[in-house]
């Protein structure tokens, strides 16, 4: 069995110094764009039905700001013509990738492939990656590692099965060779074992995209678990997936809670296009049936969903209204340019839980409520005991920016009622705090 094994490279040892001006670069985006870009690489060029004798070359090119490939060069060559010249075509063929994460306007990029005793090796590096950020380099001997994680897949059952896919879990996206066996493993009929192939696929991420046919019929399919797992696995793959869209948008009034999220994640993971386009079949259908979960589902979109339930806090429906702040409350931050609409619910009384929503989400805002602190502070004053408590509590969340509200706090620090006095002492002492 001939087997591919690549490894997306940030480099070690044998990397530039990195300016001290340089920003630092995060990981796991690095990490990701490498594995892109190595699957792109692996696909393109058939790299797994490779039939060539013993070799090994390595070579280079650059991205531009697009993401478009020049100055190709083989430096060590392969004594196979076809060998150097497939990976000139690869390399061309592979272009325009994604921009890169370094945003840098030229990005050069290593290229070491070999092949020994039928196990085929890729690896990437990018110099100008980090040197504190290393992965191990992969080897012939990981090769044979997969050879025999993926003949024990087919060979053996029970614990040593499951093991095999742990271990393959580990190695993530250079565990895509395996990617059939891992696929045969989830028509078992032990659940443990099942569990652990569809983990595998997760960790492959976008590397696991021959697999997408796959976990579509899964999520057709009547079996909860496989439908739940399949969608999960979908949306680690982000934008290769876009294929499941129109099912994963029906998703979304699942009546199973899990795949509900998971459609969510993998729509927003594939770009404002797609996640705009799935809040307004969540505002359509899902908001005006009043399914349950339907806050938490569409606080997955984030910032994408807040124009849309700035617009459902103005609903005529009252039921409307309240699961757009209840959203708006799960988002943390991005809901910071819904100020304006909650601070309107507040001056309207709209009442009920929607108005004691849009005083929490406000607190919860810290500093980017501090807009809300008139309104809050008059809500104090005059508002129902439920929605007086609630201001109180906002006020101290919001922190320094809520001290014009001090002499307001002050008098229920005085007043006869004890858990209003206790509660504008703390939140006097947070106003205070960092002043």
Same mark, same amino acid.
């Given at each position: 069995?001939?087997?591919?094994?690549?490894?997306?490279?940030?480099?070690?040892?044998?990397?530039?110094?990195?300016?001290?001006?340089?920003?630092?670069?995060?990981?796991?985006?690095?990490?990701?764009?490498?594995?892109?870009?190595?699957?792109?690489?692996?696909?393109?060029?058939?790299i797994? &039905? /490779?039939?060539?004798?013993?070799?090994?070359?390595?070579?280079?090119f650059?991205?531009?700001?697009?993401?478009?490939?020049?100055?190709? +060069?083989?430096?060590?060559?392969?004594?196979s013509?076809?060998?150097?010249?497939?990976?000139?075509?690869?390399?061309?063929?592979?272009?325009?990738?994604?921009?890169?994460?370094?945003?840098?306007?030229?990005?050069?990029?290593?290229?070491?492939?070999?092949?020994?005793?039928?196990?085929?090796?890729?690896?990437?590096r990018?110099?100008?990656?980090?040197?504190? /950020?290393?992965?191990?380099?992969?080897?012939?001997?990981?090769?044979?590692?997969?050879?025999?994680?993926?003949?024990?897949?087919?060979? *053996?059952?029970g614990?040593q099965?499951?093991? %095999?896919?742990?271990?393959?879990?580990?190695?993530?996206?250079?565990?895509?060779?395996?990617?059939? %066996?891992?696929?045969?493993?989830?028509? &078992?009929? &032990?659940? *443990?074992t099942?569990?652990?192939?569809?983990?595998?696929?997760?960790?492959?991420? +976008? =590397? #696991?995209?021959?697999?997408?046919?796959?976990?579509?019929?899964?999520?057709?399919?009547?079996?909860?678990?496989?439908?739940?797992?399949?969608?999960?696995?979908?949306?680690?793959?982000?934008?290769? #997936?876009?294929?499941?869209?129109?099912?994963?948008?029906?998703?979304?009034?699942d *009546?199973?809670?899990?795949? @509900?999220?998971?459609?969510?994640?993998?729509?927003?993971?594939?770009?404002s296009?797609?996640?705009?386009? =799935?809040?307004?079949?969540?505002?359509?259908?899902?908001?005006?049936?009043? !399914?349950?979960?339907?806050?938490?589902?569409?606080?997955?979109?984030?910032?994408?969903?807040?124009?849309?339930?700035?617009?459902?806090?103005?609903?005529?429906d009252?039921?409307?209204?309240?699961?757009?702040?209840?959203?708006?409350?799960?988002?943390?931050?991005?809901?910071?340019?819904?100020?304006?609409?909650?601070?309107?619910? !507040?001056?309207?009384?709209?009442?009920?839980?929607?108005?004691?929503?849009?005083?929490?989400?406000?607190?919860?805002?810290?500093?980017?409520? @501090?807009?809300?602190?008139?309104?809050?502070t008059?809500?104090?004053?005059?508002?129902?005991?439920?929605?007086?408590?609630?201001?109180?509590?906002?006020?101290?969340?919001?922190?320094?920016? %809520?001290?014009?509200?001090?002499?307001?706090?002050?008098?229920?620090?005085?007043?006869a &009622?004890?858990?209003?006095?206790r509660?504008?002492?703390?939140?006097i002492?947070?106003?205070?705090?960092?002043?």
């Open positions: 069995m001939l087997l591919c094994l690549a490894t997306a490279m940030i480099s070690g040892a044998s990397t530039p110094a990195i300016s001290k001006e340089s920003a630092p670069i995060d990981r796991s985006a690095c990490k990701e764009y490498l594995d892109e870009m190595w699957v792109r690489i692996v696909r393109t060029w058939g797994a &039905d /490779n039939r060539s004798s013993d070799f090994l070359a390595t070579s280079s650059e991205l531009d700001a697009n993401g478009n490939v020049s100055n190709i +060069a083989i430096e060590q060559k392969s004594v013509f076809a060998v150097n010249e497939r990976l000139r075509k690869t390399f061309q063929a592979c272009a325009p990738f994604r921009l890169s994460p370094l945003k840098k306007t030229t990005l050069h990029v290593n290229c070491k492939v070999q092949a020994r005793q039928g196990a085929l090796s890729l690896e990437l990018i110099p100008e990656f980090a040197s504190a /950020n290393t992965d191990d380099v992969a080897t012939v001997a990981d090769a044979d590692l997969i050879k025999g994680l993926i003949d024990t897949l087919r060979t *053996s059952k614990q099965k499951q093991d %095999a896919l742990e271990e393959l879990k580990t190695l993530g996206v250079k565990a895509q060779p395996a990617l059939p %066996a891992i696929l045969e493993a989830i028509r &078992d009929n &032990d659940s *443990s099942i569990y652990r192939a569809f983990e595998a696929l997760q960790a492959m991420g +976008a =590397a #696991a995209k021959d697999a997408l046919p796959e976990m579509i019929k899964y999520m057709k399919g009547s079996d909860d678990r496989l439908r739940e797992q399949s969608v999960i696995v979908i949306a680690t793959m982000g934008p290769t #997936a876009e294929e499941a869209v129109p099912l994963l948008l029906e998703a979304l009034d *009546s199973d809670s899990t795949v @509900k999220h998971g459609a969510a994640k993998a729509l927003r993971g594939m770009g296009a797609v996640s705009q386009k =799935a809040v307004a079949t969540l505002m359509q259908s899902s908001f005006h049936e009043y !399914i349950t979960f339907v806050p938490e589902i569409i606080a997955e979109f984030g910032a994408e969903a807040v124009p849309a339930l700035i617009k459902g806090t103005e609903d005529a009252r039921h409307v209204v309240h699961h757009s702040v209840e959203a708006l409350q799960k988002m943390g931050d991005a809901a910071a340019p819904a100020v304006p609409a909650l601070i309107k619910l !507040i001056d309207l009384k709209v009442g009920g839980e929607a108005q004691e929503k849009a005083i929490e989400t406000l607190g919860k805002l810290g500093a980017l409520g @501090k807009a809300a602190v008139p309104c809050l008059v809500t104090i004053r005059s508002g129902g005991e439920d929605y007086r408590w609630r201001s109180i509590e906002a006020l101290g969340s919001i922190g320094p920016d %809520a001290r014009e509200a001090i002499p307001v706090l002050n008098q229920y620090v005085n007043g &009622d004890p858990d209003l006095r509660r504008a002492k703390e939140a002492r947070k106003i205070e705090a960092a002043q």
